[in-house]
Structure formats: C-alpha cells, structure tokens
C-alpha cells in the first residue's frame, strides 16, 4: 500500500482555503467579494491539480493567489470603491493582465528574495490571466 496522498482540490494543500475571504475582509461588504474570489481562484487550481503539478508549485500557486485576493480587496477599500459592482472575473481582469498582478505594497523589490516572491505572484496572475481569458 502507497504512502502517496491523493489531492483532490484545493482544501487539500491549505486547510484554510475557505476561509480566505474572511481574512482579506476589511468591511462587511468584502465578504462577497471574496467569495466570488474563491470561486475564481477554485476554478483555477483545480486546473492545475489536473495538470497534475507538484505539491509544492500548486501550493505556491495558492499562495500567491491569497496576496492577490487580499490586494484586490486592500484596493477596493483603497479609493476603487466603484469596482464592487463588476462581476468578479472582470474585477479581477482589472488588476491583472497578461504581464502579471498589481505591485505588492508589502515587498521590496530591490531586495533579491522579496523580488523573486514578486515574479513568483505575477507569474501566477499571468496564468489566472490566461485560464479567465481563454475561450470556453
């Protein structure tokens, strides 16, 4: 008998995935937001465990959308209150496109780890990019 866990979505590599958008709420309203958000975000690492990618890609791949989850509804907040209304994979068109995400407040890119993290995160927002855009 194998060792070897099968994973299946994403509460297989972060327990706390559904939890999400109540850690990037800052008001009450955020919530829906974020929960559309998750939607997205499923949608898309669940094509990548088809892809059957490593654990630990998938699970960079998750981090990276939980910055970008937090950063959208950071901005929100942040004087681009008008974007509520858009549906959420056009909200999210709005901050990502085929050159990546919105810049991370909190990393230095002058500092050579933080700078890979950052290339790491656009390169996930490139791929979310591709999977929203692509023709069904």
């Not at 970008?68 to 942040?78: A, P």
């Not at 810049?103 to 929203?132: E, P, S």
């Amino acid at each position: 008998m194998s060792n070897i866990k099968i994973r299946k979505g994403p509460t297989d590599y972060f327990k706390d995935f559904r939890s999400w958008p109540n850690d990037w709420m800052i008001v009450e309203a955020d919530k829906e937001i974020g929960k559309g958000l998750l939607e997205v975000f499923e949608d898309f690492i669940n094509s990548l465990i088809d892809k059957e990618l490593s654990v630990k890609t998938v699970k960079s791949h998750m981090s990276n959308l939980s910055w970008l989850g937090s950063n959208i509804i950071e901005r929100l907040n942040d004087g681009d209150e008008k974007k509520r209304r858009l549906p959420t994979k056009k909200l999210i068109l709005e901050y990502v496109d085929d050159e990546g995400g919105p810049l991370l407040h909190f990393l230095d890119i002058n500092d050579v780890t933080d700078f890979r993290y950052h290339v790491a995160y656009d390169g996930t927002c490139k791929q979310l990019y591709k999977f929203i855009s692509r023709p069904k």
